[in-house]
């Protein structure tokens, strides 16, 4: 299934049956809005609900597998979001992780998992809970706190009330990473609550705001990403907001006869549109880009396509049956 271990072709998506707004995480996240368009919740809530629908039906087009979830009547408005609560790792491993949002933590639902693998044919392995930390005031939310590099083995995390630099170096330590801590801020000055706002790190291309990065900590991000054999794609705060940092690199089939897997490179629309020609052309030299409109989810949720994307790395029951 997986033809490479450091970006797979399976995600684990959550239908937005209760989506909207989160009032527990908006003072953090400035990327939710409160707009004329947020009043207009129940059409913009039926826009959402096809924007999922179309998103999940690209994915599958484009050759990823899409196990959906439908939230078991979990309360949360930021459900489609399951980056947050696990990661998923070569080995089966699972991590469940502590978020700051009390209405947000009743998404960790182990049942998602095990039906995803169930139908999917995968093996989950032991599960790590990290949720006790949430007694303590210190918060790990997932793949939005944590930018894996998972071929070179190294964590970018972005300091916030959401992402606790004890719980990333131990993260690093438990899992044989090299951990790069660093502080950024938004327009405003207030810091980027998640790390996957301001960038991603794909196979070849590191889009990143280094605008966003204090300058104390601005080389050594740059030094890191480039001595990992990245392009570096830099973008600005305007286009951050825009969240043309919050993209994710998967692996799909490519139909050939040799069975070669493709690059693709997931985006919003609204954050392909906001790169410049050049910056695009940058990335479509490198992979495929699927950019499905999501400008509701958007607009209402403050995450955008990353955010949707639960990647699902457990291995597949098949391969083990055939070894």
Not at 129 to 147: I, K, N
Not at 237 to 250: I, S, Y
Request: aromatic share 8%; with cysteine.
């Amino acid at each position: 299934m997986h033809r490479d271990r450091f970006f797979t072709d399976t995600v684990l998506l959550v239908r937005p049956s209760r989506f909207g707004a989160n009032p527990e995480t908006a003072e953090s996240n400035a990327f939710q809005n409160d707009s004329p368009e947020q009043r207009r919740y129940a059409a913009l809530q039926a826009q959402a609900a096809e924007e999922f629908e179309a998103f999940a039906q690209a994915l599958r087009s484009a050759g990823i597998r899409v196990y959906i979830d439908d939230a078991g009547g979990c309360p949360s408005p930021d459900a489609l979001f399951p980056n947050n609560w696990f990661s998923t790792h070569a080995d089966g491993t699972v991590v469940l992780y502590p978020m700051q949002s009390p209405l947000r933590r009743t998404e960790r639902r182990i049942e998602a998992l095990e039906g995803a693998a169930e139908a999917l044919g995968l093996r989950m392995g032991s599960v790590l809970d990290w949720s006790g930390q949430e007694a303590e005031g210190r918060y790990l939310e997932g793949t939005g706190s944590l930018v894996l590099d998972r071929a070179a083995r190294v964590v970018y995390a972005c300091r916030s009330p959401r992402t606790d630099e004890r719980l990333v170096s131990a993260w690093a330590e438990g899992f044989g990473y090299t951990p790069v801590l660093f502080d950024a801020v938004d327009a405003a000055g207030k810091p980027i609550y998640h790390t996957n706002v301001l960038m991603h790190a794909g196979s070849k291309v590191a889009v990143v705001c280094l605008e966003a990065v204090v300058p104390d900590d601005r080389a050594r991000l740059r030094e890191r990403l480039e001595n990992n054999g990245k392009t570096l794609l830099p973008i600005t705060l305007r286009q951050m907001e825009r969240f043309a940092g919050n993209m994710l690199e998967l692996r799909a089939v490519s139909g050939t006869a040799s069975g070669d897997a493709d690059a693709i490179t997931v985006c919003s629309a609204q954050a392909w549109s906001a790169l410049l020609p050049e910056q695009r052309e940058l990335l479509e030299a490198r992979t495929r880009v699927l950019r499905p409109k999501l400008d509701a989810i958007e607009a209402l949720g403050g995450g955008s396509a990353r955010c949707m994307l639960g990647e699902l790395f457990m291995p597949s029951l098949k391969s083990e049956n055939n070894t």
